[in-house]
C-alpha cells in the first residue's frame, strides 16, 4: 500500500515567522495517516526541521545541485539539504524550468545526485496550456517522464507530481477525468519502464490550485496518491483541512 502524501511547497515564501505554521501543523496532526511534508526556502530549512522534530511533518528542499561538493556559487547540494533536515527534494518543478531553463537531463542529474544522497525526489511535470489545447498533454508528460527520471530508482524514494502549468496559482483545476487520464498514463508508463513492482510503489500527487474546497474530489481519484499545495500550504488553517482530507480518502 501506498502512503498517502501531502506536500506543501512554500516556494519563495516565508522567515522565521512563518516557522509557526509548522508547529500548528504538527500539533493538529498527531498520529496522522498520510505523510506530511513542507518544503520551506532552503534559509528555513534547518530551523524548520528543528520545530518539526518528533511529529508527523517531514521537510523537503526545492531544489538541488547534481553534485556534492565544488566551485558552484550559490548551489547547495543533496547532501547539504539532508544535512540541514530534509528527506525529500523537490525537482524540475515548471517555475525551475522557467526561471532557471532546467531541461529534462539536469532534473534528472539533480535525480540522480539526491538519490545517492539518500534523499526521495518528487519530480514534477506537466503541460502548458497551449500544449493541453493542441492535444498533446500525454506526449508532453511521456517526454518528462521518460527525460527526467533516473533508472536507479526503487520506487519508495520517487513520487511523480503532475502539475499543469495552467492550473498553477490560477484557481483553474483540470477536470477529474483530465487529472484521472494523465495519472493512469503515468503510472502505466512507469509499468512500463520500470515493472509493476516499482511502479505501484511510486506516488503520484496531483498539484495546481489544490485547495480545501477541491481536495476531496481529487483525492478520490484512484491514481492520486496525495497533492502538491503551493499557496493553500502556507497558513496551517489552510493545509490541514487538506491533510485531513487526504487522510479520509
Ligand atoms: P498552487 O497550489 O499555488 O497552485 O501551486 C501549485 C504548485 O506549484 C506546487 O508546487
Redesign the pocket.
Known amino acids: 500500500m501506498r502512503r498517502k502524501l501531502a506536500a506543501g511547497?512554500w516556494?519563495m515564501n516565508g522567515t522565521s515567522a512563518n516557522l509557526a505554521q509548522i508547529e500548528a501543523l504538527k500539533d493538529a496532526h498527531v498520529g496522522a495517516l498520510s505523510e506530511i511534508l513542507i518544503a520551506p526556502p532552503t534559509s528555513l530549512l534547518h530551523r524548520a526541521s528543528v520545530v518539526a522534530e518528533n511529529g508527523p511533518v517531514a521537510l523537503a528542499a526545492q531544489d538541488c545541485h547534481k553534485g556534492e561538493s565544488g566551485a558552484h556559487t550559490g548551489d547547495v547540494s543533496a547532501d547539504m539539504l539532508k544535512d540541514a533536515g530534509a528527506t525529500y527534494v523537490?525537482l524540475g518543478?515548471?517555475?525551475r524550468r522557467a526561471d532557471h531553463d532546467e531541461h529534462d537531463e539536469d532534473v534528472r542529474a539533480k535525480a540522480r545526485g539526491a538519490l545517492k544522497a539518500g534523499l526521495r525526489v518528487i519530480i514534477?511535470m506537466g503541460e502548458e496550456l497551449e500544449e493541453r489545447e493542441a492535444d498533446n498533454t500525454l506526449d508532453i508528460i511521456a517526454g518528462q517522464l521518460a527525460g527526467s527520471i533516473p533508472d536507479d530508482i526503487d520506487g519508495e524514494n520517487l513520487v511523480v507530481?503532475y502539475?499543469p502549468i495552467w492550473?498553477?496559482?490560477?484557481g483553474k483545476v483540470p477536470s477529474v477525468a483530465q487529472i484521472t487520464e494523465v495519472h493512469d498514463f503515468i503510472r502505466a508508463r512507469l509499468e512500463h519502464r520500470f515493472g509493476l513492482k516499482i511502479a505501484r510503489a511510486v506516488r503520484l500527487l496531483y498539484?495546481?490550485?489544490?485547495k480545501a474546497s477541491n481536495a476531496t474530489e481529487i483525492f478520490a481519484i484512484e491514481n492520486v496518491d496525495g497533492a502538491?499545495?503551493?499557496?493553500?500550504?502556507l497558513k496551517a488553517e489552510d493545509f490541514s483541512p487538506i491533510i485531513t482530507a487526504l487522510d479520509k480518502s
Open positions: 511547497n516556494k523537490i518543478h515548471s517555475e514534477c507530481a502539475e492550473a498553477i496559482g490560477t498539484g495546481g490550485s489544490v502538491l499545495v503551493g499557496g493553500a500550504s
